[in-house]
Each structure stands twice: as C-alpha cells, then as structure tokens.
C-alpha cells in the first residue's frame, strides 16, 4: 500500500479506489470532450478555447447542461436540442474511447487497491501517459479527417519527452537521470532515422508519400517514450494493422460498388497510433509472447516453417498487389494532372463544399 494509505483499513481502500476510479472515467469523457473540439478547430487554426461549443447547424450556443460527455448525445439521441439537426456519433464514441483509456493507464500504473498490489506501480507516470493516450487520439483523428499530424505533438512530445525521462528515468526503467535522457534520446533518433529511411524508400516504390514526413517525427515520439526496442514492434504491427486497414477499405469498396482510388489514400496515422497504443498496454505481455514464441519455433523448427511460410507467400503477394495497384494509380493521376490543369480546380473546391460538418 502506498504510503499515505498506511493506516487505512482494506475495506476503506477499496472503497477510495472505486471513487478514485468514478473520477478518472469523468476525467477522461471530460478530456475527451475536449479532444473532440481539438480535432475539429485545430487544422482550422480556430482557438480551442473560444467560442464556447455550439450547433454548426443553426449557430446556437450548447448550454452546460447539455454538454456532458457521452449522456447528452445519448439524452438528446444524437440531435441538436434547438434546430434537431443530427450530430456524428463520432463525438460519444471519442469521450468514451477517452474514458477507457484514462482508466487503462490508471489501472495498469497506479490502482490495484491503489497502488500496493500493483507490482509495476509508478504512479507518477500516469499523467504523462494520459498525456500520451489523449496526443494519440487528436493525431489519429486529424490524420483521419485531414491526413496532417500535428508538429506540436511530435517535436513538441519529443522534447517534453526528453524532460520527463531526466526527471523519472524510470519511465525507461532506469534510476540515473542521464540514463533516462540517454535512452529517450537513442530512441529518438533511431526513430526519426529510420522513419526517414522508410520514407525515402517508400517515396521510390509507391511514387508517393505512402510514409509521410508526418509518420516520421511521429515515430521520433514513439522512440523517445518506448525506446528503440518499442519502436521497432510497433513499425512492424502498424504496417500489420495498415495492410489489414487497406484490405477492409478494398473489400468495403467492392461490397458497395465504390472504385478503389479512395484505397490508395489511406493514412497511415492510424495504423501507427493504434500500434504504439497496442505497445503501451501490451509490451510484457507482447514480450512474453514473442520469448514464447521463439522457444516455440526452435523446438518444432519444421512445422513452424510449414505454416508460416504460406503466409508470408500470400502476405507478399498482397503487398506486391497493392504496390502495383498504388502505382498504377499515381501514374494516372500524374497524367491526368498534366492534362488538365485547370480543369481539376473546381471539383477540389466543390467537395470541399460538400464536407460540412455537423457536431
Ligand atoms: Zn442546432
């Protein structure tokens, strides 16, 4: 047990950590309240903080009381209460998505009966890594909605980064403070090198920025709090989880009839935050499974070999595919640009039109 809880009976404990577990989920839907209006009024370069929220329909102002996380969506049945015009869903499923992963990082380094029974306990992480979950969540979504990642979370997360492993090296397991700068700093650079490395390389086989410079300082984020080990993990999951997102675009295309070039444009945003969020509640478990794995492999040598050499066959044949069908595509677009130049210009300003959102 903590020490400021010495002297508190178990069953009062367990009743302060079911209230302490009440305020982090409000926490969160509260920030992730916030979030919602990061996404929108960032990329427009709007100030966060004022106007105060209000219906994009008809203009009016949302009262306090209709402004709470997740329950007025579902009170009012997603509908402005003044003009009913309709509001995303998106917005409760942020708060709540926010909410749970709040708790997440409570749970995992703080709570168990707050804190005692917890083995990997270190409480002062917490608000870093809810600093991280939230950052994660507004990039992915404005990678989404605009396919920009914002330099304030990456460059900036980087050098907040490098303080916060100075001052608690153990967020790096360490106890010296320039081994926590040290080994935040490597990670950096290992992932800033090689991000660039794959986006040099990707710039050359898919005739476009598959892995923009975006990807990469974000990816220096990811080295920074995860080390070079963390960070190799979650390149290699998020190209996992990117190829897995691009087959369900194609598939969702072809059920609905819709033809493949919004394929091409996936952002790979996604895919890496949900990847580096996978690394940060995930990595002894991911470890242990990978030692587990290993032991696996060299004790049946040949039946491993049998089945996974299929997939990796029908993984690359899928990458080449795409590949193929990306540059196909460049290509025409290439030459479609050179053809009509001036011609293109009304219909980008028209669908720019058509996008009005509604929140
Ligand atoms: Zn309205």
Redesign the pocket.
Known sequence: MADFLIGLSEEDATFLARVMIGFVVCLGAIIGSFLNVCIYRIPMELSVSRPRSH??????TIPWYHNIPVLTWFILRGK??????PSSFRYPAIEALTAILFLAVFQMWGNPALFGLNPLSVPELIPFFWLFVASTVVNVMIDIDHRILLDRISLGGTLFTFAVSTAFPILHGCTLWYDGLLTSFYGALAGFGIGFAIAFMGERIFLQDAFGFGDVKWMMLFGAIFGWQGLLWILLMSSFIGLLMGAGVLLYNRIKGLADEQAVAIPFGPALGTAALLWLFWSRVILKTCIALRDWVLMHEQGFLMGFIPVLLLMSGWLIFRIRMIRKYNRELMEASEDEVTESRPTAEANVEQETPHA
């Not at 219906?55 to 009016?60: D, L, P, R, T, V």
Request: proline content about 0%; hydrophobic content about 15%.
């Open positions: 219906c994009f329909s008809c203009g009016k402005c209460s003044n003009c009913k015009a």
